[in-house]
């Protein structure tokens, strides 16, 4: 009898575990998944980032744009994402490009002013000090990679700004590169 108790007890432990785990906000399963890459994952590549036709390496978490890249005022540029992910293209679910990050500065919460693409409905943009004019947004798989491409009008001038990219797969496991002094508009 006292055996069957501790198995129960036991049991019903276990039970409210995986029940709190798995009710959290943020997926038990993004613990365990390999997140995205921007070629820095299982299958390396040097092109994830394409600004105005200029290929960049962002593999990293963090490295440093060589020359910042000036995006003329009121021409179209356009900013395209290279993502991988193991479990195949289908499952990046979202995009994102944070930027008007000056100076040391290097967080998503220090951006003013940022694109995100959940790819299942329309784009959303936060530019409090319009900055950006014409924007649009799409997405093509070419398997094995997902190409997110940003369509982007400055309107006003923007100081060289570090640049950060996320993507997201469909389990919330979370890919951030930061670009160090990435941008300018003039």
């Known amino acids: 009898m006292n055996n069957r108790f501790m198995a129960l007890a036991s049991f019903t432990v276990v039970l409210l575990l995986i029940t709190s785990i798995g009710s959290q ?6 613990a365990f998944s390999n997140p995205p890459s921007f070629g820095g994952g299982q299958l390396k590549y040097n092109d994830g980032l394409v600004i105005n036709g200029n290929m960049f390496d962002i593999s990293k978490h963090s490295q440093s744009m060589p020359t910042p890249q000036i995006l003329a005022l009121g021409e179209s540029s356009t900013i395209v994402l290279k993502i991988f992910d193991n479990s195949g293209p289908t499952t990046i679910k979202s995009a994102g490009l944070y930027m008007d990050i000056q100076g040391t500065r290097s967080s998503i919460s220090s951006a003013d002013t940022s694109i ?3 790819m ?5 943009v936060n530019d409090p000090h319009n900055l950006l004019g014409n924007i649009s947004v799409e997405y093509k798989i070419v398997k094995p990679f997902v190409y997110v491409t940003f369509h982007i009008t400055p309107i ?3 100081d060289v700004s570090n640049l ?3 993507a997201i797969d469909d389990h919330r496991a979370l ?4 670009i160090i002094n990435a941008i300018e508009f003039s």
């Open 164 to 166: 950060i990219v996320t």
């Open 175 to 178: 890919v951030r590169s930061l």
């Open 25 to 30: 906000n943020l997926s038990a399963y993004a």
């Open 120 to 124: 299942s409905s329309h784009f959303y």
């Open 156 to 158: 006003a001038k923007m």
């Open 116 to 118: 995100s693409y959940p």
